[in-house]
């Protein structure tokens, strides 16, 4: 009686935490997606005895065993947030790339094989994506990270040209120094943008270093540089629509040949263009050198890669890379049938490949689908043709021997399998009976026992292992791992990345363009010729009169709309109409009433993408309505990440803080900054209110948001605009990327956006007669703008992720960083988790302000925090705090699968805290 009153007097208190807990952010959702890209989620042990795999949206790594039977599944141990890369640096050690922790966990694993804890926290720079160990003993640790980030000592030069933007961060393993976040041996800088994939040479002695959003050598020519007109003397025709409608004059998007910049005709364009993309896409990395330093000259580098790169691995006999990408063909032209010539990229959007890189310099892209008939289009599905196609290759595996090769196909739930001599002839024929399916769904991590025949892949799809039959190709088992993502998520996941689904060929999908569904970083003129022209509903800020010509705007959507830069599907919801036209709308099937009706259904917006997978993907048909709205309450959850620009205290600096106060009172000619980009963070907007504007181009545009300014520094150089934009800066030389600002990504920095006529109004400014010339105030004023503009709020705030750990030795060195995240906490803008482990138990803790700590455990009271600190100096158990996003932190601290049940006292009952089917 007395254990059954204990019970039930603990299940009453457990209870009573939980539903205070959950009622004080009941607003906010337990969980929040973002939708990282896994890199090297899988690794198995040196010894082979366990399995490591990150389970991205639960915050933690699972741990397997690996015997004969199969997989074991033994533990689960708390790490940063988004995990999306392992490396194991010996049986007993593991580190682990936290993607929006901005951090590394180092895990040291229990000799007992039974888990394991975090016994310190790195601190790198935004957005880390990848870990290798190479150098003198494998002691030097490589993390891939964007050149920017609260946690970096370098100055990411937003201003400057030419700056390389794709970091490499090396930490001696052996000596991590007492630092709050760890004493980097050095920062590689590497001149490609933001970085992802690493891999090393059999010896150690050399690292690759990957870009991710690579590029392919193509950019954007503005619109007014461009002669009026159509055909040769202007933008390649039609001149019209179907219907005979005018089309408006739009930009032009060229690519660099290795002689000149083209367009589609074939035309010259070099006098347009003012910098170089010299596509340097994979680095080469002395290891051994001290520090470790790129090879010098071309050695240290290949180029004509591919445009999106996403994995790499090392053949361990020839030394070969294999780099797994896709190929835009973004030079092309327009969705639909394509009855204009033949013209279309219907079906034909990307390239998925298999690049291989021979040690001195060889490069050559393989097409893994070169058995489609891209001339023909579009059976349904399921075909013999889709049936071979294998789309957006991620992670790969190569057998001990050298000869076969093992790759993650994302978009067609498979597992492709090459011979490696073959692929480095391109003698290989595709076909199915070399491909071995998974039933999870979406493989992105594969992690190879070749001892045992067997392949492990994490299928993101259902957040899964299935393990694999090397010698039979077959799947044997699915061990599913805790997700706390909704079934709106899991179910409307795969309509974005599944191209066996969505295209006819079978390597098309939406994630070609919306890489884990943010953008791409080209432009792409998917105008139709084909199509009607559209009503446009409106709203519209202002009077749309065009400034130039003193005439009313079209309040239409021309189906010839040009060159528009990729979108990230991030961040959706609460900004109404879609696309940078806001094209894709409600508002012509309903009033356009606020905050949820017509041009502000978001749901309604994103139902007008439908007809993309017939007019661009080239499926047969458009997914079904229903299909449609799954997509649509999956994509419309995605958050953008914070803005790595902020200062973690969320105070602006001085330039920054100068150019929030001038947003507010600057004015173009339309109407104050302010007026149009509308920040209002409590009502979840963030630049624009899904109104459209007259926005010196031919055709009315919505005012897009601005938190992901940041992402598009890295091109300079554009001609003087007469009229527009009198400064001409001359030759920029190399840059990192072709794509910058506005909706074709033709304006080089927010500066030079500033710098035209309508932005110069309100500021100080000399007119000439080709528009209007920066003065001294003038330009202090736009400098302090952008700074403010590249530093924009985003849907959380800048501390949400970031972590440290305290142990028995450092408290004087994190301490303050603690105290930080503890005031953020206060301020509501994060859940302050803590978590540790006692007795192989995990321990959880949940800030709830006033400096007191609930505990995960019903009978336990409350610690304040000069408590809790105690466990770390007396007890020697490390406490690693992170800041969760609002809403979050009672699933991540107390109650893991919210069940009711606090998770200590469920590890105390023997049941599992993983499991809401099982309880104490």
């Not at 075909?383 to 790759?407: F, H, I, R």
């Not at 940078?580 to 709308?585: I, M, S």
């Not at 028995?808 to 503890?822: E, F, Q």
């Not at 005031?823 to 192989?840: M, P």
Request: hydrophobic share 40%; proline share 7%; with cysteine.
């Amino acid at each position: 009686m007395l254990t059954s009153n204990l019970a039930f007097r603990s299940g009453v208190i457990a209870a009573m935490t939980l539903a205070s807990l959950a009622s004080a952010s009941e607003s906010q959702a337990s969980y929040t997606l973002f939708e990282s890209g896994q890199v090297r989620p899988l690794v198995l042990s040196p010894d082979g005895k366990r399995l490591f795999a990150a389970n991205t949206p639960d915050n933690r790594i699972e741990v397997f065993h690996v015997g004969p039977a199969g997989l074991l599944h033994l533990s689960s141990i708390p790490v940063g947030m988004e995990p999306v890369a392992l490396a194991a640096r010996s049986d007993n050690e593991l580190w682990v790339v936290n993607h929006l922790s901005d951090s590394v966990s180092i895990v040291k694993l229990n000799q007992s094989r039974l888990g394991g804890r975090v016994i310190r926290t790195l601190l790198v720079g935004d957005e880390p994506r990848d870990i290798v160990f190479a150098g003198p003993g494998r002691s030097r640790a490589f993390i891939t990270t964007a050149h920017r980030g609260q946690n970096s000592p370098i100055d990411p030069q937003l201003t400057t040209a030419g700056v390389g933007r794709a970091d490499v961060w090396v930490f001696n393993a052996e000596s991590l120094g007492a630092s709050l976040g760890g004493n980097a041996l050095t920062i590689l800088t590497l001149f490609s943008d933001t970085p992802r994939a690493l891999a090393v040479t059999p010896d150690g002695s050399k690292v690759y270093a990957a870009g991710f959003h690579s590029g392919n050598r193509s950019t954007t020519i503005f619109e007014p540089l461009i002669p009026d007109g159509f055909g040769l003397d202007g933008v390649p025709g039609p001149a019209t629509n179907v219907d005979g409608v005018p089309a408006p004059e739009v930009g032009l998007i060229v690519k660099y040949d290795g002689a000149h910049w083209r367009d589609t005709l074939g035309r010259s364009w070099d006098e347009m263009i003012r910098f170089n993309l010299p596509d340097k896409d994979v680095f080469v990395i002395d290891a051994m050198a001290n520090p470790p330093a790129q090879l010098a000259g071309s050695a240290g580098f290949f180029t004509g890669v591919g445009s999106i790169l996403y994995n790499m691995a090392v053949n361990p006999v020839s030394g070969k890379v294999y780099v797994s990408n896709t190929e835009a063909l973004n030079l092309d032209r327009f969705e639909g049938s394509g009855t204009y010539a033949g013209e279309t990229l219907r079906g034909h959007l990307h390239e998925s490949r298999i690049t291989v890189l021979t040690p001195g310099g060889g490069v050559a892209p393989r097409h893994l689908n070169k058995h489609i008939n891209y001339a023909s289009c579009c059976a349904p599905a399921p075909n013999t043709e889709n049936g071979k196609s294998l789309g957006l290759p991620q992670a790969m595996e190569v057998t001990p021997d050298g000869t076969k090769l093992y790759v993650a196909a994302l978009g067609s739930s498979k597992v492709g399998i090459f011979d490696t001599a073959q692929l480095a002839n391109d003698t290989f024929v595709p076909s199915a009976a070399d491909h071995i399916p998974v039933s999870g769904g979406g493989p992105t991590g594969i992690a190879l026992d070749h001892a045992r025949q067997r392949l492990y892949v994490l299928t993101r799809f259902d957040n899964s292992i299935s393990v694999l039959n090397t010698a039979t190709k077959t799947e044997i088992a699915h061990l599913p791992m805790h997700s706390p993502e909704p079934p709106s998520v899991t179910t409307g996941r795969r309509f974005m990345y599944d191209t066996s689904f969505s295209s006819s060929h079978g390597d098309s999908s939406c994630a070609s363009c919306h890489v884990y569904g943010d953008f791409d970083s080209l432009a792409w003129d998917l105008g139709n010729p084909d199509a009607p022209v559209l009503n446009h509903p409106g709203p519209f800020i202002g009077d749309t009169t065009n400034v130039f010509t003193g005439l009313p705007m079209l309040e239409e959507f021309h189906p010839m709309k040009g060159p528009m830069a990729t979108q990230s599907l991030r961040g959706m919801a609460n900004h109404g109409a879609m696309h940078w036209r806001g094209d894709k709308t409600g508002g012509n099937d309903a009033p356009s009433v606020q905050p949820d009706g017509g041009t502000f259904n978001e749901q309604e917006a994103f139902m007008h993408f439908r007809d993309a997978y017939a007019d661009l993907l080239g499926r047969s048909s458009a997914i079904s309505v229903g299909d449609m709205e799954d997509f649509a309450d999956f994509v419309l959850q995605i958050k953008y990440p914070p803005n790595p620009l902020r200062p973690l205290n969320n105070t602006l600096t001085l330039p920054q803080q100068a150019g929030r106060d001038l947003f507010d009172i600057r004015e173009c000619s339309v109407a104050g900054c302010e007026t149009c980009h509308t920040l209002d963070p409590g009502a979840g907007i963030f630049g624009g209110t899904g109104a459209a504007v007259f926005d010196f181009q031919t055709q009315l545009f919505k005012v897009p948001h601005l938190r992901n300014a940041y992402q598009k520094v890295g091109m300079f150089g554009m001609p003087e605009v007469a009229g527009l934009i009198s400064q001409d800066n001359g030759h920029k030389g190399d840059q990192v990327r072709g794509i910058g600002f506005l909706h074709d990504g033709a304006i080089d920095t927010v500066y030079r956006f500033m710098l035209g006529a309508g932005f110069s109004v309100d500021f100080p400014f000399a007119p000439t007669p080709n528009g209007f010339a920066s003065t001294p105030a003038g330009d202090v004023e736009r400098r302090e703008v952008e700074q403010f503009m590249l530093a924009f709020d985003t849907d959380l705030a800048p501390i949400v992720g970031q972590q440290i750990t305290l142990t028995d030795d450092n408290a004087a060195t994190v301490g303050p960083r603690i105290d930080l995240l503890k005031a953020r906490a206060d301020q509501g803008e994060c859940d302050l988790v803590v978590k540790s482990q006692f007795l192989l138990r995990e321990l959880g803790f949940l800030y709830l302000g006033g400096g007191q700590f609930a505990t995960s455990r019903a009978s336990a009271p409350h610690l304040s925090d000069t408590a809790l600190r105690l466990l770390a100096n007396l007890a020697s158990r490390e406490l690693t705090y992170t800041c969760a996003p609002p809403g979050s932190g009672v699933r991540m601290a107390l109650d893991r699968d919210g069940d009711g049940h606090l998770d200590g006292d469920e590890y105390d009952a023997f049941s599992d805290p993983a499991d809401p089917s099982s309880t104490p």
